[in-house]
């Protein structure tokens, strides 16, 4: 007989617990590998992060909305992106170590940050958009994260006084990665970031630092919010 489903409550509990644990092993089928984004993807309570209404799909593998047009991504899309912070150039045949500053573009919830908080020593998280900055804060006090600082402004210019940064990551994509974003990569840094792909649509974009200068690469279709300028 197929198991029964659990019904995830908003307060944490066993069958919330039991939720994730199947979310997480659902994204080792997909692929994910690496057991520090298992293990923050296991530890952040994705239920946290979306309005009650829709708690019972919270660790589902879709994205949700979170007000203002905006959304919580995938959770497979989110490990996807950490694991991919995570193979930067700096961290190579280091399998077990944290990355070190990391730049999010679009804190939305706050969800990823809280992830990330798992995988790096500190998270500078910029977001232009004054409600959902409010509601991340929110979100995220409960958990009296030390090492995640949220800021309120224009994530296309990145912010200086944090650079250089070990890692960038960004939840909304742009023609091109933002040349202020490539002048506050560390070398040894990688950002990953969807920006718009030849056909229209979006992909994935990794952009490596090392001695040598800047290596790129593209990689699959991704579906993200549009990357803008100023604070609203």
């Given at each position: ?85 995570l193979g930067a150039p ?39 958009l004054r409600g959902l ?80 200068g800047l290596e790129r ?16």
């Amino acid at each position: 007989m197929p198991a029964k489903p659990v019904v995830v409550n908003q307060t944490p509990s066993m069958a919330s617990d039991a939720v994730r644990a199947r979310m997480v092993q659902r994204l080792t089928a997909q692929g994910v590998a690496d057991v520090r984004v298992l293990r923050a993807m296991s530890a952040v309570e994705r239920h946290r992060f979306v309005d009650s209404a829709l708690v019972n799909q919270a660790y589902e593998d879709t994205s949700l909305p979170i007000g203002l047009g905006q959304t919580i991504s995938k959770p497979s899309v989110v490990a996807r992106m950490i694991e991919l912070l995570l193979g930067a150039p700096a961290l190579a045949n280091k399998p077990g170590d944290r990355l070190g500053r990391v730049l999010e573009i679009g804190t939305g919830c706050g969800y990823q940050a809280a992830v990330l908080s798992h995988v790096a020593t500190e998270v500078y998280s910029i977001e232009r958009l004054r409600g959902l900055h409010e509601r991340a804060r929110t979100n995220l006090r409960p958990f009296r994260l030390a090492t995640v600082h949220l800021l309120l402004g224009d994530g296309m210019v990145g912010y200086a006084k944090g650079a250089p940064y070990a890692a960038i990551i960004a939840a909304a994509g742009g023609e091109a990665v933002p040349e202020a974003w490539l002048a506050q990569l560390a070398v040894g840094g990688r950002i990953v970031a969807p920006t718009q792909s030849s056909n229209g649509g979006q992909a994935l974009v990794v952009v490596d630092r090392t001695a040598r200068g800047l290596e790129r690469r593209v990689l699959e279709a991704v579906h993200f919010v549009p990357l803008k300028s100023g604070i609203a």
